[in-house]
């Protein structure tokens, strides 16, 4: 099965052959598209290692693209500085064959279904504010939890472009266990003061 996510990534990778691409690039050429596939290229860096510093930027392009989408938007927009952010060459490279890499595994899961919940006018502006609140907990300072937000963000970001209703209801439950995690993360947090001199006596 050859998916429209798949289509992008393979057209992505013979341009980058070319020239370097820039988000604005993106967006021109995936058109409705591009909202989820840049979301994608955005987020997908977080579930491998990689340089620190950029959790704020990528993760704030992300939110400003899925807030547009819980707007109504169907043609995305992105600050100038960040739409003409070139990724380099070598790290491109490297974003692109990852992406490839997670395509092929979706490609088993994904495909047009549950129609009734795909094509409701209104689960565009839902997805676009559960990506945009777990963008807000990928962004939050808590230690080694990107991954997790990130996983549900490209379930999402699939499951919309494809039209997989079963996939997005998959986010959903994904998104309701993620909160739940980093509440009690924040618990902890907040209790951990408390606790401390008992274990030290």
């Known amino acids: ?34 909202f989820n596939l ?9 579930l491998f290692p990689m340089p ?27 600050p100038r500085k960040i739409a003409t952010y070139k990724f380099p060459r ?7 064959q990852n992406l490839r890499r997670v395509t092929r595994i979706l ?7 549950l129609s009734k919940i795909a094509d409701n006018p209104y ?5 676009g504010f559960c990506i945009s609140w777990l963008a807000v907990l990928l962004i939050s300072p808590v230690p080694l939890t990107n991954p ?5 963000i490209l379930l999402l970001a699939v499951a919309t472009i494809e039209s997989d209703g079963l996939l997005m209801c998959i986010g959903y439950v994904f998104t309701i266990l993620t909160t739940l995690l980093f509440a009690f993360i924040g618990y902890v947090f907040f209790i951990a003061p408390s606790l401390l001199p008992q274990f030290l006596s």
């Open 90 to 96: 070598s790290f491109a490279n490297i974003l692109l």
């Open 107 to 113: 490609e088993k899961i994904a495909r047009p279904r």
């Open 52 to 78: 620190p510093g950029l959790t704020g930027p990528f993760g704030g392009a992300c939110l400003i693209l899925s807030m547009q989408m819980v707007l109504g938007r169907r043609s995305p927009w992105l």
């Open 148 to 152: 997790i937000p990130t996983i549900g």
């Open 38 to 46: 840049v979301i994608a290229l955005l987020v997908l860096p977080f």
């Open 1 to 34: 099965m050859h998916l429209k996510f798949s289509q992008d990534i393979k057209l992505l990778l013979q341009r980058l052959a070319e020239k370097p691409l820039s988000l604005g690039d993106i967006l021109a050429e995936t058109s409705e598209r591009g």
């Open 123 to 127: 689960i565009w502006r839902f997805n």
